[in-house]
């Protein structure tokens, strides 16, 4: 049961980082591109922690931790890049 | 227990997906930002709540990338909004109200004190 419900979610995540990328790719502007960056990378989290879950590892969350912080950063100084230059 | 984990990981995947899908059909880039990082901002915590329903002993990272997802993609989202807008990215043709345009109305301007009146 557990299984069979963490199967179909792993689904849908992977799904929403395809239509993610698809957005990647097509995106006409700049925002669209990072804010399709950050829908990735945030959906990745998500994904870190079901992989935790399956091989049973807490050590993964550490690095959803850090992926999370990067992200975080890489978007703040896009931004700032894109409003007043670095 | 375990169920109930699991159903609400399955939740917060819809969210996320339902998120991914509204950054592909929205039309300008501002409602992209609104779409994909509210959506998916709820998709995250409620996967990571069902976590911990799942491995109750992994509570305090979970919590820790919980609050740290709260905390920071609101701000990520908003001064990238605010970048969007400073670079004159267009809006959709179908805005009604743009409040953050300074005003070339000289009525809904306040009255300025006249400096040079002496």
Same mark, same amino acid.
């Given at each position: 049961m557990v299984n069979l419900l963490l199967t179909l979610a792993l689904g849908f995540m992977l799904a929403a980082m395809v239509v993610a990328v698809i957005r990647f790719f097509m995106g006409p502007r700049t925002t669209d591109r990072v804010i399709a960056f950050d829908v990735l990378t945030i959906t990745s989290l998500s994904v870190i922690a079901l992989i935790a879950w399956h091989t049973q590892r807490a050590i993964y969350l550490d690095v959803a931790i850090v992926y999370g912080l990067l992200s975080f950063l890489g978007v703040i100084i896009i931004a700032r890049y894109l409003e007043k230059g670095l | 227990m375990e169920e109930l984990g699991a159903i609400i990981v399955l939740i917060g995947s819809i969210f996320l997906f339902l998120g991914a899908l509204g950054l592909l059909r929205m039309p300008d880039s501002y409602t992209r930002i609104q779409a994909g990082t509210k959506a998916s901002t709820l998709g995250t915590l409620l996967s990571l709540l069902g976590f911990i329903l799942l491995m #109750?002993? %992994? %509570?305090g990272k979970l919590l820790i990338l919980i609050v740290f997802i709260m905390l920071t993609n609101p701000i990520s989202s908003h001064v990238l909004a605010r970048a969007a807008y400073h670079i004159k990215t267009p809006l959709t #043709?179908?805005? *009604? *109200?743009?409040?953050y345009k300074p005003s070339e109305d000289p009525v809904v301007e306040p009255t300025k004190p006249d400096t040079h009146a002496h």
């Open positions: - | #109750p002993s %992994w %509570w #043709p179908r805005t *009604v *109200v743009d409040k």
